[in-house]
């Protein structure tokens, strides 16, 4: 990715004996690109899974199990099952069912056979691939103490040690170096989980188990570290050159405590190649790129790139009103219909008048004269004579102007005089009488069919 | 990384925060233009609907003064053929003819008791005459096609059975073409306008109940007795019972 002078740099942890010598401060290295590859779980469980299988010793039942007998059927008509049966006599053995898997002493049913496929291929890439993942995550003490290596106390991962832990021959000094570098809790964890293992497997010659402890990875062939350290339970070693993904990744899980020393890690570089290089050791491999060169998903989101073309949030998402019936809810009705309120308004308003208008018509056709009559009752017998008199004068005179009726002064030829009140009333009776009747004309005329005597004459061609 | 009274604050936070201010700045303006359009339009649409109820109520008058005159002189008025139906299927959808099927599609009435309107010209009538037993229609009124339409009325929006519940709906579908409001609906529809087609194709098929009181006959045409075919103005007493 970036120039050698980039990369960040990884501080050789120097112990007591020859360090000294050099009297420089902790040396450091550069990171190797395999620490930056892109850690791939799903490979690593792939070909972890698949390269477990090749270790594998056949089982099988034997060939001849369950049919070394001569057993054959009896038939029917012996109220018994059809089971091959053994022959003979003379022992419980005789007649009894044999060579199905349902029979005691039977052959099992698909006897397990030597040439099952025990072992599994996979491409070297793969295989290549996982390497590189596992070591990629070695690298990762999140991943790293995810898978319980007790790594607290270590100053440093990835944890390079100075050459001089390769020259160590004794075990003490290698427990000495352990606890200098911080790894000593985990080699401790290792040793205070030996257990008896639970199950069957303790009685097939795997009687203990215990946790892994460190991976300790040496760069140069025959040195004597691998003897010392071989002894202390829980850590494996291994060279630079022949590194195994199922040390690296035990149970297909990634993240083993790798305690490398300075050699080793220096020859990381040449062993896997750079991201631009072609490693030197593995003919044309070329370590894998990443799906997303920048994986830190927060960051990108929260970029000034995006983040400047983003829209703005919508908080409130809008829901669908309950539909509610505008004929019904006035309210509903105006926010659809401004002009519904006048509308409706205007409506109820020409009914009442309409209704208004209609009573007082009937009102006026219907309406008895009584205020007369019974006021003519209380008249003596003369007074009503001349009463009767003058009204009847007044309905004669109707048709011509109204103006000598308003005349009270219409004097009649009586020495009685009709006071004003009553001449009034008089006169207005009149008045409405007269318009009754008129209006009782028209309709007579108009209920009639004598409107439609011209059409009736038209069809008979009879002329008027 | 600005101070914030002995605090540090991220630019981060710092960003978000000017950009939300500029968000909620441009979100209040919008939302001003948006109600001076809408006081705007509400009192468009208001002297829209006074004109549209001034000119139904010509029309109802003019049809009349025209039937006093013509009675006057001694002839008839005839009325001029409609323009408008409205069919209402009234069969099921078990055991069809796969042509009238069809034609039952492409008019949009896929259910029992489903409504359309429907302009008449030669092609809509041939149309009918072939599911004539399906269906009954006629020439709804001003009154029928108000309450179908205020009560079941459902535009198609987005491919998307949405009420009726506001012009600005109406607006949306149809505003290219000048409907901006229910009552514009209504009077495109009822005046079979020039984008009845389009102003038609919005309002989804109408959804009625099954008619109170109930149907005469089914199986019979409406001039036998039954409730089948065209049954011209009667359609508007059978809307009265299924709306």
């Not at chain 1, 053995?93 to 049913?109: E, L, P, S, T, W």
């Amino acid at each position: 990715m970036s120039a050698a002078a980039a990369r960040p740099l990884v501080t050789v942890q120097s112990l007591e004996s020859d360090m000294a010598t050099d009297g420089a401060a902790a040396n450091s290295v550069p990171l190797p690109d395999v620490m930056r590859a892109a850690i791939r779980p799903d490979i690593v469980t792939f070909v972890h899974g698949q390269i477990s299988k090749n270790a594998r010793q056949p089982y099988a039942v034997s060939n001849r199990a369950g049919h070394q007998t001569s057993a054959e059927s009896w038939g029917t008509g012996r109220a018994v099952s059809r089971i091959p049966r053994v022959a003979g006599g003379g022992t419980h053995r005789a007649g009894q069912g044999a060579f199905g898997n349902m029979c005691r002493g039977g052959r099992m049913f698909a006897p397990t056979k030597i040439w099952r496929r025990w072992h599994r291929q996979v491409n070297v890439t793969q295989k290549r691939h996982a390497v590189v993942s596992a070591i990629a995550a070695s690298a990762v003490p999140s991943l790293v103490l995810a898978r319980g290596h007790k790594i607290e106390e270590v100053p440093e991962l990835p944890l390079v040690v100075s050459d001089a832990a390769e020259a160590v021959e004794k075990t003490s000094a290698a427990l000495k170096v352990l606890k200098q570098i911080g790894a000593h809790p985990d080699a401790e964890k290792a040793k205070d989980s030996q257990a008896i293992r639970a199950g069957k497997g303790k009685a097939r010659n795997r009687r203990y188990v215990s946790r892994k402890g460190p991976l300790v990875v040496y760069g140069n062939e025959g040195a004597k570290l691998v003897k010392a350290f071989r002894n202390i339970p829980g850590v494996e070693i291994a060279h630079v050159s022949r590194l195994n993904l199922l040390k690296l990744a035990p149970g297909g899980h990634l993240g083993r405590f790798v305690i490398w020393t300075k050699y080793a890690f220096e020859k990381l570089d040449s062993i896997y190649g750079t991201f631009d290089k072609v490693s030197e050791k593995k003919n044309g491999y070329v370590l894998p790129r990443a799906k997303m060169i920048n994986a830190d998903l927060a960051r990108i989101i929260n970029s000034d790139e995006v983040q400047s073309v983003v829209k703005p949030i919508k908080k409130e998402v809008k829901k669908a009103p309950l539909k509610k019936n505008p004929l019904k809810n006035l309210n509903v009705m105006l926010k659809l219909n401004p002009y519904a309120k006048a509308a409706k308004r205007m409506a109820l308003l020409a009914e009442a008048q309409r209704v208004k208008a209609k009573q007082d018509k009937l009102d006026k056709k219907r309406k008895p004269i009584t205020k007369i009559i019974t006021y003519f009752c209380c008249l003596s017998m003369h007074l009503r004579f001349w009463v009767y008199l003058y009204f009847i004068g007044s309905l004669l005179l109707v048709s011509q102007s109204r103006a000598s009726l308003m005349q009270p002064g219409w004097k009649l030829p009586c020495p009685v005089y009709l006071s004003h009140s009553v001449i009034c009333l008089l006169q207005e009776e009149a008045s409405a009488i007269n318009s009754a009747s008129k209006s009782w004309y028209k309709t007579m005329i108009s209920d009639s069919d004598y409107t439609e005597f011209e059409n009736f004459t038209k069809w008979l061609g009879a002329s008027q | 990384m600005a101070e914030k009274g002995g605090q540090i604050v991220p630019e981060s936070v710092l960003k978000k925060q000017k950009r939300a201010e500029e968000w909620a700045l441009a979100k209040k303006q919008e939302v001003a233009t948006l109600k001076e359009k809408k006081s705007a339009n509400r009192k468009l649409i208001y002297n829209r609907a006074k004109d549209y109820a001034k000119e139904y109520a010509a029309q109802e008058r003019e049809l009349i003064q025209l039937k006093r005159e013509a009675r006057l002189k001694g002839g008839f008025y005839v009325n001029p053929e409609a323009k408008l139906l409205f069919i209402i299927r009234i069969r099921g959808i078990n055991a069809m003819h796969p042509t009238t099927k069809k034609i039952l599609q492409l008019l949009r009435l896929r259910q029992i008791f489903n409504g359309v309107f429907l302009k008449v010209n030669k092609a809509t009538v041939n149309m009918l005459h072939r599911v004539e037993p399906y269906v009954t229609f006629g020439y709804p009124n001003l009154k029928s096609v108000k309450e179908l339409i205020y009560k079941r009325g459902f535009g198609k929006v987005n491919k998307q059975r949405i009420a009726l519940t506001d012009n600005s709906i109406i607006e949306q579908t149809l505003g290219k073409h000048g409907i901006i409001c229910i009552e514009d609906l209504i009077h495109e529809i009822l005046t079979v306008g020039p984008h009845f087609k389009e102003a038609n194709n919005f309002l989804w098929p109408f959804q009625l109940s099954a008619p109170l009181g109930g149907l005469q006959r089914k199986r019979n045409h409406y001039v036998e007795g039954g409730d089948a075919g065209n049954r011209e103005d009667y359609i508007n007493e059978l809307i009265r019972r299924m709306n």
